[in-house]
């Protein structure tokens, strides 16, 4: 029962941060949404760093004349926002330059309803033949439940230090880096894989190389080398 209550309290926090983040302008970027139907939206897109979950599993905006009468102090009320779910969108970008496309994803490193394949909205960082992806904490629950409580800064500095990476090729699913083994991602192209075994990408083939399996690994000090090898391949 003790168990139960900690839960839902726990929940309770969250949904009501949720809702003050989504409430606060500040969180809203100028960018563009590429909807499934091939037709474009050139609105303002919520992206807080503290609820990755949020901008990874759907998509919520104001329109340009929302932002401007929200910006001169009209109060802004949740339910004016607008939502895409993930199936009626391709990607979207924001203004400063971050495009996230949908992806189907199962998550092998996490024993739950997780592992199942669904669609996501992931950062994309190197796009082509070789797709990498990022994939961010969710820090509101990792706040919360460590209660580390962070500035604005020290969250988007560690958000932006603890993503898993991603892989995919041709139409195949997403999978995590940790989950596979990364030579057989660039088989078919001789100069690239000689340079991976080489350790010319750095570690990442002693680290992504052996199908791990089931712990997350931090891809921060690999991500130079796995963009190099990914615009390699895709070149």
Do not use: H
Not at 21 to 31: P, V
Not at 214 to 222: G, Q
């Amino acid at each position: 029962m003790k168990k139960l209550l900690f839960v839902c309290a726990l929940v309770s926090i969250l949904t009501s941060s949720v809702y003050a983040q989504k409430t606060n302008l500040a969180n809203y970027q100028k960018g563009q949404i590429m909807l499934e139907d091939g037709n474009k939206k050139d609105v303002y897109i919520y992206f807080c760093w503290e609820y990755a979950d949020e901008f990874q599993n759907s998509v919520s905006y104001i329109t340009d004349d929302q932002y401007q009468r929200f910006n001169s102090d009209e109060k802004f009320k949740s339910k004016e926002l607008a939502e895409l779910k993930v199936k009626d969108v391709k990607s979207y970008t924001l203004e400063n330059g971050k495009k996230f496309m949908k992806v189907k994803f199962a998550d092998l490193t996490a024993a739950s309803a997780a592992s199942f394949p669904k669609y996501y909205l992931f950062e994309i960082i190197t796009e082509g033949k070789l797709n990498l992806y990022k994939k961010y904490v969710n820090l509101g629950a990792v706040r919360v439940g460590n209660l580390a409580l962070l500035d604005d800064q020290g969250e988007i500095d560690y958000v932006n230090s603890t993503y898993a990476c991603l892989i995919q090729k041709g139409g195949e699913n997403a999978k995590d880096l940790v989950t596979v083994k990364i030579q057989e991602y660039v088989s078919d192209n001789q100069s690239v894989l000689s340079k991976l075994e080489a350790g010319e990408y750095g570690e990442i083939n002693s680290v992504f190389g052996s199908k791990m399996g089931t712990n997350p690994v931090d891809c921060t000090k690999y991500i130079g080398g796995l963009i190099n090898m990914a615009n390699e391949y895709n070149n």
